[in-house]
């Protein structure tokens, strides 16, 4: 198994861009969680889908932030317009269906903004 | 709300010593219980859960947790530390139900050969 799968791995842009982050969650894994980490605040959960449905958006910061996950195996985190406080690690996430199962994290994709 | 207090940013521990990474919780109800690994540049891993049953638990790269209900905790434990075992170690808990899973600050560890 290939594991959750990130790109890009690093992504530089100036402020006012649009950045795209992708994500492939593991084969038959039905919930999908995208993270952002950073020093001063930690890990905060942005949104989280099961089944493709998103269910939770209440950890995106701003409307400048959307999330989507079309199918199964593919969601992405938009950013538009970006700015230097976005500056971040973002990992995504995905777990099987069950309360208890624990969540596999993709390697996450360092964002810069200039 | 649910929530998980790491009460220390940093651990040293000489190598061959034993380690302990201290996680208080707080949820409604029964918790589910996570401890979580991340090295640098490195996406957070899986060690060890609690869902039921037995409240020691032993998890991957010789750890384990054991899960206090009346202090609520969930201490994670290793024998012998060694000097690979430094890294970042996040607790995390989640309440029974459509809850979200609460990860805390996280805690260094800094093993010393």
């Known amino acids: 198994d290939a594991g959750v799968i990130q790109s890009p791995r690093h992504e530089v842009t100036e402020m006012g861009q649009e950045v795209t982050l992708r994500c492939k969650p593991i084969s038959g894994h039905n919930s999908l969680f995208w993270y952002r980490q950073t020093m001063m605040r930690g890990l905060e959960l942005l949104i989280y889908?099961?089944?493709?449905?998103?269910?939770?958006d209440s950890g995106m910061p701003e409307d400048r932030f959307s999330a989507k996950m079309p199918n199964a195996s593919f969601s992405t985190l938009k950013i538009q317009p970006s700015e230097p406080r976005d500056s971040a690690v973002y990992f995504c996430?995905?777990?099987?269906?069950?309360?208890?199962?624990?969540?596999?994290f993709g390697p996450g994709t360092r964002l810069t903004v200039l | 709300a649910q929530s998980v207090a790491q009460p220390e940013d940093q651990v040293n521990v000489a190598e061959g010593n034993p380690l302990t990474v201290k996680c208080t919780y707080s949820?409604?109800?029964?918790?589910?219980l996570f401890w979580y690994v991340q090295y640098p540049n490195r996406g957070l891993q899986f060690l060890l859960k609690y869902i039921t049953g037995d409240n020691l638990v032993k998890g991957s790269y010789g750890f384990e947790a054991e899960f206090n209900k009346s202090q609520t905790s969930f201490h994670l434990k290793k024998p012998s530390a060694l000097v690979s075992d430094s890294a970042l170690y996040f607790c995390a808990v989640k309440g029974r139900g459509n809850t979200p899973l609460v990860f805390g600050k996280g805690t260094r560890l800094s093993v010393i050969a």
């Open positions: 949820v409604s109800g029964n918790p589910y």
């Open positions: 996430a995905s777990s099987a269906t069950g309360e208890g199962n624990e969540q596999f």
């Open positions: 889908f099961n089944n493709n449905v998103p269910i939770d």
